[in-house]
């Protein structure tokens, strides 16, 4: 087993625990962290995610891996009457995105990704943000998604993507394997965390092979859209 503050990642078997217990320790700075890292973007992308929901009204919206509950929370505003949930398997997380949105509560529950406590074909979308970076099995993820999706519902995706344009690449390496973790280092104080970062991107697959995952999870009219200089991908997928 991994020590805590380990900066190397750990095997397939610990990663799930490893992972558990990093967001539990970085919960309460996990937003400031997220504005600085991504200079505000973050709610941009966050709010496109939403557009390709595609949510009917009344609608019901599943975010998975919510952590503090942005997503949703942001469905939540956008669109007042759809139901929105988030799920996630790390408690300190979601306790630190209680009350975000005043006189609306977000339903929390903890769930691990790849067992969501609902029955079949009940959300009109199911969405993740930074999610699957931090599993092992990516496409038992998008299944188990896909599963809890109503036919004709969404699912859609964004995470971090390694760049495909090659005179970028350096860049992102700089900025995410030296600026991160020193930025992360000073808001959270956790070199760990901060390194483990940079490390879950080095073998994420591009954007194309993640749209291979969605449809080996029987998904169809995978499409992917990159933002933010290639380095951030919304994947989205129909059940
Ligand atoms: C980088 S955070 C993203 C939080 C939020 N979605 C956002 O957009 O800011 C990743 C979240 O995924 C959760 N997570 C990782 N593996 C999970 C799993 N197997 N089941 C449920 N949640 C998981 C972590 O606890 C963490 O809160």
């Known amino acids: 087993m991994q020590q805590s503050n380990s900066t190397s990642l750990p095997g397939a078997e610990d990663k799930p625990a490893f992972v558990n217990r990093m967001f539990a320790r970085i919960a309460p700075t996990y937003d400031l962290m997220n504005k600085l890292m991504t200079g505000g973007q973050d709610r941009r992308w966050r709010r496109e995610l939403l557009d390709y929901c595609h949510l009917p009204p009344h609608g019901r919206l599943l975010d998975v891996g919510t952590g503090t509950g942005d997503i949703a929370y942001e469905g939540m505003r956008r669109f007042p009457s759809v139901q929105a949930f988030g799920a996630d398997f790390t408690y300190e997380?979601?306790?630190?995105?209680?009350?975000?949105?005043?006189?609306?509560?977000?339903?929390?529950?903890q769930a691990d990704t790849f067992k969501l406590p609902f029955a079949d074909n009940t959300f009109d979308a199911v969405v993740s943000g930074f999610l699957v970076r931090n599993v092992v099995d990516r496409v038992a993820a998008f299944r188990e998604q896909a599963r809890v999706t109503k036919p004709g519902g969404r699912v859609v995706c964004l995470e971090i993507t390694p760049p495909s344009n090659t005179i970028l690449g350096p860049l992102f390496q700089l900025y995410f394997f030296a600026v991160v973790p020193l930025l992360g280092t000073l808001v959270s104080g956790d070199a760990g965390a901060y390194k483990y970062l940079p490390q879950s991107t080095v073998n994420f697959p591009s954007p194309q092979e993640l749209k291979l995952h969605m449809e080996k999870a029987n998904l169809h009219h995978v499409f992917f859209a990159e933002r933010m200089l290639g380095t951030v991908a919304i994947h989205v997928g129909t059940k």
Do not use: E, N, Q, T
């Open 93 to 109: 997380m979601m306790a630190a995105g209680v009350g975000k949105l005043p006189g609306r509560d977000l339903p929390f529950m």
